[in-house]
């Protein structure tokens, strides 16, 4: 994959591409990385760092840092009447499917899923919309839903399939398998301590930490293991990417 500048400012369009960079600056309040970030030079740079070290930590925060309010973007509530009924009863039946090219496809229950070991992180979500908030997340590392499944060695991408339309199409995001078994890449359940509200993706979204805001797909209901994204709505791997253009690989 390659990062321009004209990649970035035209995938997202000009206007939104000023406040992504303004968002940048925001992220390296270092002068020194500010002016470096904003070369051409820096732009090789990210996109190395990206390239080379996509095993790296995002940052994690301390509780002090929290946001009051980790707001909503997008879907704040998905309006099929199935959505409506999984939370009027507290999405006691709602299934995680995990299939695709896996040996033994999975259908975890919420109870299933909270009862696994869980991680909690304090993370930065940036969106390319221009706003950042850091929230502390609780969730069952997608690894461990990959491992009960078993991924077969054709297996390249995991397609993430939402309970929401956006703009009436479907919501649906990808990764690879690199941000899938990221120790930071967790299925979250809960926000700030309490049950993951609606409006953030109840009962289960994705946190991809890597990676801009538009990827940590909400609603998810089925993660789809794949060899190729173009099978898939629009093949783009994303619901930004089929579109917008959007980046599929959004690295932070
Ligand atoms: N299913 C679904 N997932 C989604 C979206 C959406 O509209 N539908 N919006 C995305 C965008 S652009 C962002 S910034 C984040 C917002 O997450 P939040 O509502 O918890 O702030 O969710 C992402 N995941
Ligand atoms: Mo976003």
Redesign the pocket.
Known sequence: MMITRRGLVGSIGAAAGGLLLSGCNRINANPAVRGVLGSAEGLTMRAQRIISDRSAMAPEYGAADMSPI???????Q?TSADYAAHMQAGFAAWRLGVDGLVARPQSFTLAQIRAMPRRTQITR?D???GWS?I?KWTGVPLKLLLDQAGLRTSARYLIFH???L?GGAP?Y?SIDLIDGFHPQTILAWA?NDAILPV???APL??RVERQ?????????QRIEAVASLAGTHGGKGG??EDSHDYEWYAGI
Not at 212 to 220: D, E, S, T
């Open positions: 980790f707001r909503a973007n997008g879907t704040r998905p979500h969106c390319v919309e908030a929230g939402c309970a929401d956006y919501y995001e926000l409006a953030n993706g979204r994705l801009l805001g538009y990827k940590h797909a909400k609603y998810v619901y930004w």
